[in-house]
Antibody, heavy 116, light 107 residues
Framework: QVQLVQSGAEVRKPGASVKISCKPS????????IHWVRQAPGRGLEWMGI??????TTSYGQRFQGRVTMTRDTSTIYMELSGLRSQDTAVYYC???????????WGQGTLVTVSS | DIQMTQSPSSLSASVGDRVTITCRPS??????LDWYQQKPGKAPKRLIY???NLQSGVPSRFSGSGSGTEFTLTISSLQPDDFATYYC?????????FGGGTKVEIK
C-alpha cells in the first residue's frame, strides 16, 4: 500500500534551519511529484512547494522563496527551511500527486517547534 | 499567485442538512480544483478531484461542481462523521494555493 513516512518532531531556536524527510513506499518513486504543505497551530493549510523526484526540479511558493530547499535522493524527499522564526512553528506534511495536481496520499506530518 | 476565497469560514448545521461550501479563485482555473476534508490532528483527505470527480472510497453524499471562477462542494445529507474542516486547492499552475478553510460544526 502507498505510504509516505516522515521524520520525527524537531525543536529549533530562531534563526536555525531544519531538514525534514519523507520516504514514500508502495509505488514507483519517480512517477509522482511530492508537495510540502504546512499548518500552523489553529490555522489553515499552506502550500510550500513541489519537487519532481525524477529530475529534481522544484517550484516554491513566493512566501518561501529563498528560505526553502527541496531535494531528493534515490528513495527519500527532503525539505529544508532556514532562517526559522516562531511563526514557522507548524506541522509539516509531505503529499504526492500525479503531476502538479492535487494530492492523493499524505504523510503523517512532522511537528516543528521554533522556540528560544 | 492565484488567491482562493473560500466561504463561509465556518457554519453550524444539523445531521441531515444539505451543506454547500464555495471557492472562488482570483482568476479562471478551468477545472483544476480539489476538495479536502481534515479532522483535528489528522492529515487532509481528498474528497473531490478535478472539480467534480469523487475520490475512490468517498461517500456519494459528497459532490463537487463548477469551473473557471466558481466552485462548490455539496454534502447532500450531513452525517456525524462529516463534522470537520474543508479546504479547496487550486492546481492550475506550478504555484498551488489552498482556500482558507470552512469549519463545519454541529448545531
Amino acid at each position: 500500500q502507498v505510504q509516505l513516512v516522515q521524520s520525527g518532531a524537531e525543536v529549533r531556536k530562531p534563526g536555525a534551519s531544519v531538514k525534514i524527510s519523507c520516504k514514500p513506499s508502495g509505488y514507483n518513486f519517480i512517477s509522482y511529484y511530492i508537495h510540502w504543505v504546512r499548518q500552523a497551530p489553529g490555522r489553515g493549510l499552506e502550500w510550500m512547494g513541489i519537487i519532481n523526484p525524477k529530475g529534481g526540479t522544484t517550484s516554491y511558493g513566493q512566501r518561501f522563496q529563498g528560505r526553502v530547499t527541496m531535494t531528493r535522493d534515490t528513495s527519500t524527499i527532503y525539505m529544508e527551511l532556514s532562517g526559522l522564526r516562531s511563526q514557522d512553528t507548524a506541522v509539516y506534511y509531505c503529499a504526492r500527486s500525479l503531476g502538479a495536481a492535487g494530492q492523493d496520499y499524505w504523510g503523517q506530518g512532522t511537528l516543528v517547534t521554533v522556540s528560544s | 499567485d492565484i488567491q482562493m476565497t473560500q466561504s463561509p469560514s465556518s457554519l453550524s448545521a444539523s445531521v441531515g442538512d444539505r451543506v454547500t461550501i464555495t471557492c472562488r479563485p482570483s482568476q479562471g482555473i478551468s477545472n483544476d480544483l480539489d476538495w479536502y476534508q481534515q479532522k483535528p490532528g489528522k492529515a487532509p483527505k481528498r474528497l473531490i478531484y478535478a472539480a467534480s470527480n469523487l475520490q475512490s472510497g468517498v461517500p456519494s453524499r459528497f459532490s463537487g461542481s463548477g469551473s473557471g471562477t466558481e466552485f462548490t462542494l455539496t454534502i447532500s445529507s450531513l452525517q456525524p462523521d462529516d463534522f470537520a474542516t474543508y479546504y479547496c486547492l487550486q492546481h492550475n499552475s506550478y504555484l498551488l494555493t489552498f482556500g482558507g478553510g470552512t469549519k463545519v460544526e454541529i448545531k
